[in-house]
């Protein structure tokens, strides 16, 4: 399946005229050949590190 990009630029090729991709994503979830792409996962790790807080604390003012 494409997605609603890729439609966009072959609509557009095909018919020689200038679609928006947001209609053309509206009627391609209407027509239900709308393809569901997941969201990318972060590849980095929270870690929370004490440091920081200690250099914070032991400052005089």
């Known amino acids: 399946m494409l997605g609603y990009r ?3 630029e072959w609509i557009n ?3 020689h005229k200038q679609y928006n991709y947001k209609q053309v994503h509206r009627i391609m979830i209407l027509l239900g050949v709308h393809d569901i792409i997941r969201a990318k996962r972060s590849n980095y790790k ?3 590190s ?3 807080c200690r250099k914070s604390i032991s400052k005089r003012f």
Do not use: A, D, G, P
Request: no cysteine; aromatic share 8%; net charge positive.
């Open 50 to 52: 004490t440091s920081h």
């Open 46 to 48: 929270k870690e929370y």
């Open 13 to 15: 090729v095909l018919n």
């Open 6 to 8: 890729r439609m966009t």
